[in-house]
């Protein structure tokens, strides 16, 4: 998954408490091995080498778990009007933070109509999918940590765990409270500051966190090139630093952090405050820090 993979339990014999911290590292691995863009030998790379050469008369049968991931993920495009992509890698894939590269105005115009969720013809009963377009790759990043850290959760509550914290990179669930307290997750400071920007106590719930400052790179005019990139233009979104969204499955909450930040602020906002389950804290690039309606800001 490309970050670091943080377990919490307590539970009352030590060596199982053990036993249970290493199966859900084995299970980390699983699905990172399954939904990895980067290993060839993933379900997600084969899927992406063969899903455009079927058609709807020969779809690519799929697992009913890349299904229930498309399907959510295709919720999300509908329910944001395509903010939430997973399709974006089609051009998003040429960018090289690393070295600092980005695709040219050329492969951008080439790419840019391959964009697009409506590509990804599923059929969640039968478990198939096909590409309508030849040019579509998917990359399942803006979910499948969040669902990770959900499955792990799922794992510890069911072997009788009450209290647990798994985090992934920016993507936590806690399962009950830290023994009679709150659990305390703090979102980092944007752009390279140390420290933590805001802690929030949470039981029972998830939290996921996007920012522009985990893969990026300034560009040759000194802008700020991330990873986050809105799907109607190919480029990085450009408003805000930092979304944190507050539910009860990192399912949700990892897809939604992506679409607010993409959305930007105000549109941001207003899906959340549409959103009973859910909350959301924004820093802006200019760090102004905003927050849903079912929040309240510290004082």
């Known amino acids: 998954m490309g970050t670091r993979v943080n377990v919490t339990l307590w539970y009352k014999d030590a060596a199982r408490a053990r036993q249970l911290s290493a199966q859900v590292m084995t299970e980390m691995r699983r699905i990172d091995a399954t939904y990895s863009p980067y290993q060839d030998s993933s379900d997600l790379s084969q899927m992406n080498r063969a899903a ?11 697992s009913p778990e890349m299904s229930r991931l498309l399907d959510k993920s295709l919720y999300y495009g509908r329910l944001t009007d395509g903010a939430f992509d997973i399709t974006y890698a089609s051009l998003a894939r040429y960018y090289d933070y690393r070295a600092g590269k980005q695709p040219s105005d050329a492969q951008r115009e080439q790419l840019l109509p391959a964009i697009d969720y409506h590509h990804v013809k599923l059929d969640n009963v039968a478990h198939t999918v096909y590409y309508s377009q030849p040019q579509v790759y998917v990359d399942l990043g803006g979910i499948a940590k969040g669902y990770a850290v959900d499955r792990a959760i799922e794992l510890l509550r ?20 830290r023994r009679g307290r709150p659990w305390m997750v703090g979102i ?21 966190t996007s920012g522009d400052y985990e893969r ?34 990192g399912f949700d909450t990892d897809a939604l952090s992506t679409s607010v930040f993409v959305l930007g602020a105000d549109k941001g906002l207003a899906l959340i405050n549409q959103l009973p389950a859910f909350d959301a804290i924004l820093i802006t690039r200019a760090g102004k820090v905003r927050y849903s309606n079912g929040l309240t800001a510290p004082e």
Do not use: C, M
Request: negative net charge; glycine residues 12%.
């Open 188 to 208: 980092k400071q944007p752009r390279g500051a140390e420290g933590v920007a805001i802690t929030v106590p949470l039981t029972d719930s998830a939290i996921s």
């Open 158 to 177: 069911s072997a009788g765990v009450q209290h647990a914290s798994v985090s992934a990179g920016g993507d936590s669930r806690v399962l009950g409270d």
């Open 52 to 62: 455009a050469k079927r058609h709807a008369a020969d779809p690519l049968p799929i």
């Open 216 to 249: 990026y790179f300034i560009g040759a005019e000194g802008e700020w090139i991330h990873h986050i990139i809105n799907p109607r233009t190919g480029k990085s979104s450009g408003e805000l630093a930092s979304v944190s969204i507050i539910g009860p499955d």
